[in-house]
């Protein structure tokens, strides 16, 4: 039967982090057991294999969910950066303060964590899923199908439910509520949200830049500006993603409003189509909006203004000028669903956030402590959940290096 100081239960983002911290704090035994054949392949798929492992400016209306977590995370790691260039990475930012590798490549975030992981002397068990993890007199152990593993304090870092094909499949829940937890609603965020096919399918494959506010019962409840993509039946793109979030909690009852000319007041758009109307008043009314949108989101426009599209632009009247502006400045989706899982890049919500300590650890069985995406607290795009991987990460593999000393005397 194998025997450790400390288990990590999953090898991806904060599990890793986890590892790294309990070596640079103790020379405790350490374990990582990962289900999947390998650690890390969420890793390699994050920012389309480049990963955006941090952000220059990371705060917290950044987040979403229990932000008092971000207030728990140890002060000893001062920076992603710092944490990364100690293992020898290199990193570079972009014009919007996202931080990648040097190399572009997300391959070079997980060599660095595994060759520092494995240098250290960590053990990375894979094809190890985890059951159960049981309480015994001297500590804990895990359950892999017939193997027991031994130790005397655990880290949970199995993931949420985002995608579940790079590994984590929400098992992590099962695994804390048989120590006594319970956990929030979890909402797919970063995700895609879906809406009225018929609003969207002419616009199919299109992008387009606009500032996009979630509202419900006449209240913003989150605005984002960028570029949004229009799919079959859904809206995303980065601004979108950004509110899904929040959006997956009002499903049904909220709609997203797309300013596709943010750059402009609604009195100059109304100006501009005036004159427009007269410049080109002998041809189709199609042709009113092609000097500001791609032809088929202009068809769309005059479709949802309830405009005939058998008009000259000359024929337009002025209310109906107006109403081409509303939609401009107003365009109505409402939010029918957030994507699933398969597409979601993080999960909302989490492991109950009263449950666990100042230290992360989990106030009903001493010794394990929780990090990364299972926690209640999600990010927006940016390079944002990343961080609270790697932060939560240390944090807890610290803190475990700790009571590991404590109880051992
Ligand atoms: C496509 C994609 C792109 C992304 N891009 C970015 C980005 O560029 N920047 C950013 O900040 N964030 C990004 N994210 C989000 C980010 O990757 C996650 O928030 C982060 O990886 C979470 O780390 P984690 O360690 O908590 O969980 P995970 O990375 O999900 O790791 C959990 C691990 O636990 C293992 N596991 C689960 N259950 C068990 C079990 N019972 N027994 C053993 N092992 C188990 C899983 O196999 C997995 O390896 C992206 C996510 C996706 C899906």
Redesign the pocket.
């Known amino acids: 039967m194998k025997k450790y100081d400390i288990i990590i239960?999953?090898?991806?983002?904060?599990?890793l982090a986890a590892a790294i911290a309990v070596k640079k704090y103790s020379d405790f035994t350490v374990a990582i057991?990962?289900?999947?054949q390998r650690?890390g392949?969420?890793?390699l798929?994050?920012?389309n294999g480049r990963?955006?492992l941090t952000n220059c400016r990371i705060d917290n209306d950044c987040y979403n969910g229990e932000r008092t977590l971000l207030g728990r995370l140890s002060s000893d790691i001062e920076s992603t950066e710092e944490f990364f260039s100690e293992m020898g990475l290199a990193c570079k930012k972009d014009d919007q303060g996202r931080v990648y590798p040097y190399s572009m490549a997300a391959s070079s975030v997980l060599d660095a964590l595994r060759f520092t992981a494995t240098a250290k002397g960590v053990d990375i068990l894979c094809e190890?899923?985890?059951s159960e993890i049981r309480k015994t007199k001297s500590g804990y152990e895990a359950v892999c199908g017939a193997e027991i593993i031994k130790a005397g304090s655990v880290i949970i870092?199995?993931?949420g439910c985002?995608?579940p094909s790079?590994?984590?499949?929400g098992?992590?829940y099962v695994?804390a509520k048989k120590l006594g937890h319970s956990k929030t609603n979890l909402y797919p965020a970063l995700a895609p949200i879906r809406t009225d096919i018929n609003l969207v399918k002419a616009l199919k494959g299109l992008r387009t830049y606009a500032k996009a506010s979630l509202s419900s019962e006449g209240r913003i409840l989150a605005e984002q500006t960028g570029e949004v993509q229009f799919s079959d039946g859904a809206l995303s793109g980065i601004c979108i993603f950004n509110v899904s979030s929040i959006a997956a909690r009002y499903v049904g009852k909220a709609e997203i409003i797309l300013d596709i000319a943010p750059d402009f007041k609604k009195k100059d758009i109304s100006y501009m189509l005036f004159t427009t109307k007269e410049t080109r008043s002998s041809l189709p009314c199609e042709e009113l909006l092609t000097g500001l949108f791609h032809k088929r989101i202009g068809q769309s426009v005059l479709k949802n203004a309830s405009i005939s599209l058998n008009k000259t632009c000359g024929e337009l009247t002025e209310k109906e000028i107006y109403r081409i502006c509303d939609v401009i400045k107003e365009w109505r989706f409402p939010v029918t669903a957030v994507s699933d899982w398969s597409l979601a890049?993080?999960t909302s919500g989490g492991i109950k956030t009263e449950e666990i300590n100042e230290k992360l650890e989990s106030i009903f069985a001493k010794g394990v402590f929780f990090c990364?995406?299972?926690l209640d607290i999600d990010g927006i795009c940016g390079?944002?959940?990343?961080?609270f991987?790697w932060k939560s990460g240390y944090t807890a593999g610290k803190n475990s290096a700790e009571y590991i000393y404590d109880i051992k005397g």
Do not use: F, M, P, R
């Open positions: 239960i999953g090898g991806g983002a904060s599990g057991l990962e289900k999947g650690a392949k969420k890793i798929s994050t920012g990963c955006n190890h899923n985890v870092a199995a993931g985002a995608t790079l590994g984590s499949d098992s992590g695994l890049q993080v990364g995406e299972i390079g944002y959940n990343l961080d991987a």
